[in-house]
């Protein structure tokens, strides 16, 4: 079993990212997360454990009995929530899968408001978490921090797990993990998520969560991904490098309409103007044929689904939200079972919280 204190940190920056799995996995148990930081780490076994345990801790939640005894597993536990970018949605719903499981929590989410104020380095700050904390949920703008830092405390005196809450334009692992959630219950009863077409628009270049999606899908077998955006936002090289090397089929379209009319699932994002270089240029982009309303709406198949990793903005129109297929509102709620899921897991509970009532 490969072992972050057995390699030293620029060797192992530099291995490709499937390559970096066995080192981030907990040594003690098959197939299970230490560390989450790459969507490379998840394979469809993998996949289908969590999905089946956040929908156990979602059925054990309904009940006093079970809510209680989610509760009991972890009080011993504390986890750090280190947001040195806006969240709502990942925020909110890690905390909330820390409470569902019992473990006590704390927060920075202004890196003004502690001693990166004063000069500190990011890098002794979340040092200084690991003191008091038994596990660090973090989202930063610097690609490869979190890899970073999981590298440092491995080989610190003080190991604990870190989850990317998402890094940089490059990944946002637990995204793509209630993405493939909410994936995987809406074609449950359809035939399953194989061999269906999932269709990606907006920003394509600059979402993390897109970069994170497009490679777990690829652990399905059949699936087609295409790709509509505005051509100065198409989806970078290195997400279609994966999809060649794997064979799967996609495409590059600018007709969202037509993409829509053979989608089974239609993934919008909005246009990330936070990482423009230089001010207004997002606003100069013509956006206007990549936006998803009542027209869309009446092209979508009557399987089909509506997707948003939210915030939005205006590309999908508020009218479509009442629609059985906008599913955006359930998969943010699916983020806090798959995230309790993942917290349970890495901690090593799915064995126990899957027998429970047996
Ligand atoms: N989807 C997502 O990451 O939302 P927040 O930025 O609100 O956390």
């Avoid at 040594?27 to 490379?40: D, S």
């Avoid at 699932?265 to 423009?276: H, K, L, N, P, S």
Wanted: hydrophobic letters at 40%.
């Amino acid at each position: 079993m490969a072992k972050l204190t057995e390699i030293d940190w620029d060797a192992f920056e530099k291995l490709p990212l499937e390559a970096k799995r066995p080192y981030l996995a907990n040594p003690e148990l098959p197939n299970t997360p230490y560390h989450t930081l790459l969507a490379q780490q998840f394979d469809r076994d993998l996949l289908e454990r969590l999905a089946a345990l956040a929908n156990r801790i979602r059925f054990m939640a309904k009940s006093k009995e079970g809510a209680l005894y989610l509760k009991s597993l972890l009080p011993h536990k504390r986890a750090m929530l280190y947001f040195s970018q806006p969240s709502s949605r990942t925020f909110l719903s890690h905390l909330a899968a820390c409470q569902i499981l019992g473990l006590t929590t704390g927060s920075v989410r202004d890196a003004a408001t502690s001693s990166e104020f004063k000069g500190e380095s990011r890098e002794d700050s979340i040092r200084t978490f690991s003191s008091y904390f038994d596990m660090i949920i973090m989202r930063t703008p610097e690609k490869g921090l979190a890899e970073q830092m999981a590298w440092e405390l491995s080989n610190s005196d003080r190991p604990i797990p870190i989850l990317n809450a998402g890094s940089g334009k490059d990944q946002h692992p637990t995204q793509a993990l209630l993405d493939i959630y909410t994936l995987l219950r809406s074609f449950a009863a359809k035939g399953g998520l194989c061999n269906r077409t999932v269709t990606f628009c907006g920003d394509l270049l600059r979402g993390r969560t897109v970069r994170s999606l497009s490679y777990l899908l690829t652990n399905f077998d059949g699936i087609r991904q295409v790709f509509v955006a505005p051509k100065e936002l198409q989806v970078p090289e290195d997400v279609l490098d994966i999809l060649r090397a794997k064979g799967v089929q996609y495409a590059i379209s600018y007709n969202l309409r037509e993409a829509v009319s053979l989608s089974d699932a239609v993934y919008m994002t909005r246009i990330q103007d936070e990482w423009d270089n230089s001010k207004g240029e997002s606003a100069r982009i013509d956006t206007h044929l990549f936006k998803f309303g009542e027209d869309e709406l009446k092209l979508l198949p009557r399987d089909g689904i509506i997707m948003h990793p939210l915030p939005r903005r205006d590309e999908i129109a508020t009218c479509c939200d009442h629609d059985p297929r906008a599913m955006y509102w359930r998969q943010m709620r699916n983020g806090m079972w798959i995230r309790s899921a993942l917290i349970a897991m890495t901690f090593g509970f799915e064995k126990q919280i899957m027998c429970f009532g047996a």
